[in-house]
């Protein structure tokens, strides 16, 4: 018999041992959006995208919407409790029967909002405090008013041998005001500090999915170090000036555009919880750093780029760190993008061309965004790039039944490539600033100072959309002719550049 027809009661007793038992179901934290100025909330099976359930809340009103959302979450977690083995099938159609009954009669429940603003910060706390109580359905639906949820929760927290069940009644025959101690209890009930470490878990509950690996590693980093100057200030009582003292505090020791990194992830984060009615208003607008933005990372000279294109070619042809300094004069990838390129991602067209495919197809993989996929034509004899070794190269690692192409790590290669390499190969020319990623800047400039199109140069470099050079794979800009463009900006009978 379905559990559903058996048990219809908004919630009944949770026993004492319902929590210990390995549920069937895992459900995810409620996730609230809009549509149409409407608010829906959408529950969801912890770990899938297909088992969802959605329900209107009926309003418009941001408050009213998290009101009749706690009241759906209380029912659907005292339900989980008590039918621990419940399918989420069962758990959606649930939801579905109680927010059909209890947004259609909204207008008769109430909640500490009826008794003023005063007690907005209390609810959630009584409202966790009345769930974990084992009533019966009248009794549920009784202590849901306001007055009797602090009465019975002061009571719980008191220690009060009293059953909840004469409170109950005693409460059916008071029509007078609350009882004394309630106002003295309010203390007792206050909600915890919404701190920015909590907020950070609850953000990253919800949308710690949608993020890669490499970018939701970043993510906590942040939130770590904004948790850390944020220490235990309620954001719910935050003002501009503590957002302020945040960004000059974040200031010392940091240049600007790791700080704006870092105020970016904390909006990211006060947008969410104001949507989600957790905050109500923040303080965060107009608060990224304007000045000191300038990169100080620089581009290579044309002759700068020559002296490394000759110290790469003078590395012994089955060395990696020979085709990683390569790779990066000819074709403006970024460290990642090469140190991860395998064998498959090396493409043969028949029209004879040769490039690289820059994905994030297989383990461990990952590019910028959507837009950094590409492919890329090699130009044989760029500043002295020898394509048929770098091809013998390849075919060496598959020999050796080898996917990837790098011999050492992506840091390692940073490090070897930053620190040694590039200061060996320009010596007294050297100057700071100048890193792997420059060599990305200096074909950029490069292509700019020769009136690429915007189009074409955007195609190499993965900037922007509707320009991958695909060929078979995709449409956009062909990849015959970029590997033109490319061969007149680099090869052997180019101007001098």
Avoid at 118 to 131: M, Q, S, W
Avoid at 157 to 176: A, T, Y
Avoid at 183 to 208: C, H, I, K, N
Avoid at 373 to 391: C, I, K, Q, S, W
Wanted: aromatic share 6%; net charge neutral; charged share 25%.
């Amino acid at each position: 018999m379905n559990i559903l027809a058996e048990h219809r009661p908004v919630t009944s007793a949770v026993t004492s041992f319902a929590v210990h038992l390995r549920p069937t179901t895992r459900l995810a934290r409620l996730y609230h959006y809009r549509r149409n100025g409407i608010y829906y909330l959408r529950l969801r099976e912890t770990g899938s995208t297909t088992r969802t359930a959605s329900v209107s809340l009926k309003t418009t009103d941001r408050r009213a919407a998290m009101d009749a959302s706690q009241r759906l979450a209380e029912t659907i977690k005292a339900f989980h409790l008590d039918h621990p083995k419940a399918t989420f099938s069962e758990l959606k159609e649930h939801l579905l029967w109680v927010a059909e009954d209890l947004l259609s009669t909204a207008h008769e429940v109430h909640s500490l909002r009826d008794w003023g603003d005063l007690y907005e910060d209390v609810k959630t706390n009584l409202a966790e405090i009345a769930a974990t109580m084992p009533l019966s359905v009248d009794q549920h639906e009784h202590v849901m008013n306001a007055k009797q949820v602090m009465i019975a929760a002061q009571a719980r927290l008191q220690g009060d041998s009293v059953p909840l069940v004469k409170i109950i009644r005693d409460l059916e025959g008071d029509h007078g005001q609350m009882g004394e101690g309630v106002s003295a209890s309010l203390s007792v009930l206050a909600s915890p500090s919404m701190t920015f470490e909590t907020l950070s878990e609850l953000y990253l509950a919800d949308r710690g999915q949608d993020q890669k690996d490499s970018t939701l590693k970043e993510t906590k980093l942040c939130h770590g170090t904004l948790s850390v100057h944020l220490g235990g200030l309620d954001l719910r009582n935050h003002s501009r000036a503590d957002l302020v003292a945040l960004r000059d505090r974040l200031s010392e020791g940091r240049m600007p555009s790791t700080v704006n990194k870092l105020i970016v992830k904390l909006s990211a984060v006060f947008a969410w919880a104001v949507e989600n009615g957790h905050l109500v208003k923040t303080y965060d607008k107009k608060l990224k750093l304007t000045k000191g933005l300038e990169s100080t990372r620089k581009a290579f000279s044309q002759v700068q780029v020559v002296k490394v294109m000759e110290y790469a070619n003078v590395l012994p042809e089955t060395s990696w760190k020979r085709w990683l300094l390569s790779l990066g004069v000819i074709t403006g990838g970024r460290l990642n993008e090469i140190s991860q390129l395998s064998t498959s991602d090396i493409k043969t067209f028949e029209s004879g061309i040769t490039a690289i495919h820059i994905n994030e197809v297989g383990e461990g993989k990952s590019i910028k965004n959507k837009r950094s996929e590409r492919l890329v034509p090699l130009t044989d004899g760029a500043y002295g790039f020898d394509l048929a070794a770098f091809l013998q190269y390849v075919e060496t690692c598959k020999a050796n039944q080898g996917e990837s192409l790098a011999q050492i790590g992506y840091k390692t290669a940073g490090d070897w490539a930053n620190r040694q390499a590039i200061p060996e190969a320009l010596g007294d020319d050297h100057k700071a600033g100048l890193t792997f990623h420059s060599l990305r800047h200096s074909l950029a400039s490069l292509m700019q100072v020769k009136g690429v199109p915007t189009v074409h140069a955007q195609a190499v470099m993965g900037h922007a959309s509707g320009t991958i050079t695909f060929d078979t794979y995709g449409s956009g800009v062909p990849v015959e002719v970029i590997a033109e463009m490319l061969r007149r900006l680099l090869g052997r009978d180019s101007e001098s550049r």
